[in-house]
């Protein structure tokens, strides 16, 4: 076992861009609930020509769950008035506001400079 | 112990900005040494009016290398001709290279994606 613990694992590209996707994919979801209360279901629909955010049928309710436990998101049920299926629709709470004022303004400093070394290309 | 276990850890925004900054700086110095070979401290200089990227005296030496030890930087002791102290100077290796190819072009999509939910704001 101490071998394993002697080395830094490597960080490679895929975990890089696992990292970046995550850190997005939350930054996403509390943008668009800001715009308004919506499904899980909606908020894939807002991301669905948002390919490298990342979010999938398998990802957004892990992190819908772990928003709405650290109080950012209130998910609320609401059934169809003709019956049928019922929906959790997500909204953001003060908390949540909070934090996306603060996540914003960190990325717009973050993309800033490093588009500023990087490149500008889209 | 096992309370903790059961509970996923909160993801505070000084978290996430941390995890952002890890993934910028990667990238950052790749860039820069894409343009040409540097010292950590021209790195540094590089990145002075940067401060998003978050690299400082403290943070910038254990990325470099580990970067080395990953074999996408090759570094090179040089010593000054009239004496005095040497420097290390690091260049990118062919690894690093398309490493940077990589996250560049996942970083021009990711930031393309998050900027149309989030915003254009400078």
Known sequence: MQVYLQYQP???VETWKSQ?????????????????ARSGIG?????????????????IYPLLNR???????????????GGGRGQK??????????ALRSMRSAWTGFRNDLTAIVGERR
Chains 1, 2 share one sequence.
Not at 20 to 36: Q, S
Not at 67 to 81: D, F, N
């Open 67 to 81: 928003l709405e436990r650290e109080g950012r998101i209130a998910g609320q049920w609401e059934t169809p008035k």
């Open 43 to 59: 908020l894939l629909d807002a991301l669905a020509d948002r390919p490298a955010i990342g979010l999938s049928d398998g990802s």
């Open 10 to 12: 490597t960080m490679d």
């Open 89 to 98: 629709i997500y909204s953001l709470t003060a908390e949540g506001a909070a």
């Open 20 to 36: 970046l996707r995550k850190g997005a994919a939350e930054l996403a979801v509390l943008a668009l609930l800001d715009t308004g």
